[in-house]
């Protein structure tokens, strides 16, 4: 799966979180496993 | 990591959206990140550059290259009295002053390299040694409503934990447009060009604030979203009541916060923009903006339900990255809906200020000067500063809820009510308040309505009529000033 710019991402095994800040082919393993998308938070615009 | 990761990322993902101007000649993301490289490499590490001038596309600049140089970027407010301006530069011991032509010969001896914003371009070497790149990203310095300014300090850490953490990066649709109102020494100011470039969404700034200018360039530049202070909103609701056919169709999103809002002020906002997304922001200048929002749908409750409707008065929900709880005089979290200080932590808090270092306590939080409690959704409402209670014959006194009384009085444009010293009550209430255009107002029939609403004890011993306000440049009042200015006139020494 290749990582898209300001995606984030989460890691299954440690919780650890990732922000892509450039974008790439490659996987993106954390632990050795494949971390998993983060669904972005609805949060109003405060500006 | 950096605060110019925030422009390469919006250079890489969105090069040819407009950044920052009007949406036919403004410049794009890529030509901006191409400016700020080429001025970072002129700057040098780890020594304050200041800006002193308006917000917009200076402002934005050097706040990236600033970052990327590894230098703090420090706006100043030009409009303080000339002495207060030298005096707030030399604190920071900049080694680049950025100011606009009528301040040059006055911050000339300021910093080893003064020059106008006309001149910022063609910057090619700033020619100071540079030291370690720093990790504070912004010094700003607070208001100082009720103490002398200290400038806070935020790390490029504050300010990307709070971007990152409560921002969907490039979610604004590429119609969507900014106006910017506040300087940019608000912290609010630094806040919405990182979001706002995060975001992917066009900025244009307003070099000064009138309401009728704002007005006009919400329907000139088709602004979807904004961002204003208390005062600005009153203005632009008093500048709609006498002319509603200025008001654009265009507007989805108005933000504000900076300083409590006073309820009449918010209800006719909300009438006169029926269709617009009200947002209330909290926030402190310590915790690099936003910690706790009030949504659009908080705004627009159901008028039957209670509970609903009075969380209108707080300022909504804290957001997930912030840890937010309250304290009574000890110290010790008290349970939900019980009033304290309010305290809080999380990575956007920072905390410390220039030359006194961190203030947070061992676990992490900052206490503030805000009173307020908890309901148990997790809404928080604000009940005044704690050193704007006024101690009355042993009574504590809001003056926040004794000026929103003066305020439902009609023709009452401004109030702010502060103690001035009483031999017999300690202390004693008194208003100053300053009237609508046209109306003339009687000091006792707006006693004897502020005793209807809220009885003779929070009623003000004196109400002062005057021409204005003594106001931060940010719409705060300054109430240290207008104390004493209410002491000298009410007491003059024999």
Excluded at chain 2, 106 to 126: G, K, M, Q, Y
Aim: contains cysteine; aromatic residues 4%; proline residues 6%.
């Amino acid at each position: 799966m290749a990582s898209e710019l300001g995606k984030r991402y989460e890691c299954p095994s440690c919780g650890g979180q990732l922000l892509v800040v450039a974008a790439g082919t490659g996987q993106v393993l954390c632990c050795g496993v494949e971390v998993d998308v983060l669904q972005p938070k609805k949060l109003p615009s405060s500006d | 990591m950096d605060l110019s990761l925030i422009l390469g990322m919006a250079a890489d993902g969105f090069p040819d959206r407009v950044a920052i101007g009007s949406s036919d000649s403004g410049l794009t993301f890529a030509a901006l990140h191409a400016r700020v490289e080429r001025l970072a490499a002129a700057l040098p590490a780890g020594r304050p550059v200041v800006y002193v001038g308006p917000h917009g596309e200076h402002a934005a600049t050097l706040l990236f290259a600033a970052s990327a140089a590894g230098s703090p970027f420090a706006p100043v407010n030009g409009r303080l009295p000339r002495e207060q301006v030298v005096e707030l530069v030399r604190r920071l011991d900049p080694a680049l002053v950025v100011c606009t032509p009528d301040l040059e010969t006055a911050l000339n001896s300021t910093a080893p390299v003064v020059i106008t914003t006309a001149r910022l371009d063609d910057l090619e070497h700033v020619d100071v040694p540079a030291s370690e790149p720093s990790d504070v990203a912004v010094l700003l310095y607070t208001s100082g409503t009720t103490a002398a300014p200290k400038a806070a300090v935020l790390t490029h850490e504050n300010l990307l934990a709070y971007v990152m953490e409560t921002l969907d990066f490039g979610s604004a649709g590429d119609d969507e447009c900014l106006l910017l109102a506040v300087p940019p020494f608000h912290v609010a100011g630094i806040a919405a060009v990182l979001s706002n470039a995060y975001l992917g969404r066009r900025v244009v700034a307003l070099p000064a604030f009138d309401p009728t200018a704002w007005l006009q360039a919400v329907r000139d530049q088709s602004v979807t979203h904004a961002f204003v202070v208390p005062t600005m909103l009153a203005r632009i609701v008093a500048a709609l009541r006498d002319n509603p056919t200025l008001a654009g169709q265009s507007l989805r999103t108005l933000s504000y916060g900076g300083a409590r809002t006073p309820g009449p002020v918010l209800e006719e906002a909300l009438a006169l923009f029926p269709d617009v997304q009200f947002v209330n922001a909290y926030g402190l200048t310590e915790t690099s903006s936003t910690i706790a929002v009030l949504g659009p749908e908080d705004h627009r409750p159901d008028p039957t339900d209670p509970v609903a409707v009075g969380r209108l008065a707080s300022v909504g929900q804290v957001v997930s990255s912030v840890e937010v709880d309250i304290i009574d005089e000890a110290g010790r979290p008290v349970s939900t809906g019980r009033s304290g200080r309010v305290r809080m932590r999380g990575a956007q808090v920072g905390g410390s200020y220039l030359g006194t270092g961190s203030t947070l306590d061992r676990e992490g939080w900052l206490v503030t000067g805000d009173l307020g409690h908890l309901d148990d959704d997790g809404y928080l409402f604000l009940e005044g500063r704690a050193d704007d209670v006024v101690i009355r014959g042993g009574e504590n006194i809001s003056a926040a809820e004794v000026e929103d009384a003066l305020l439902r009085c009609d023709g009452v444009a401004q109030a702010a009510v502060v103690g001035v010293p009483d031999e017999e009550w300690g202390e004693r209430l008194a208003a100053a308040v300053v009237a609508r255009d046209g109306v003339s107002l009687e000091p006792d029939a707006l006693r004897a309505r502020v005793r209807e609403l809220l009885g003779s004890l929070k009623t003000p011993d004196q109400v002062v009529l005057r021409e204005d306000l003594p106001l931060t440049a940010t719409g705060k009042v300054l109430k240290r000033v207008l104390r004493d200015e209410l002491v000298a006139s009410l007491q003059p020494t024999t």
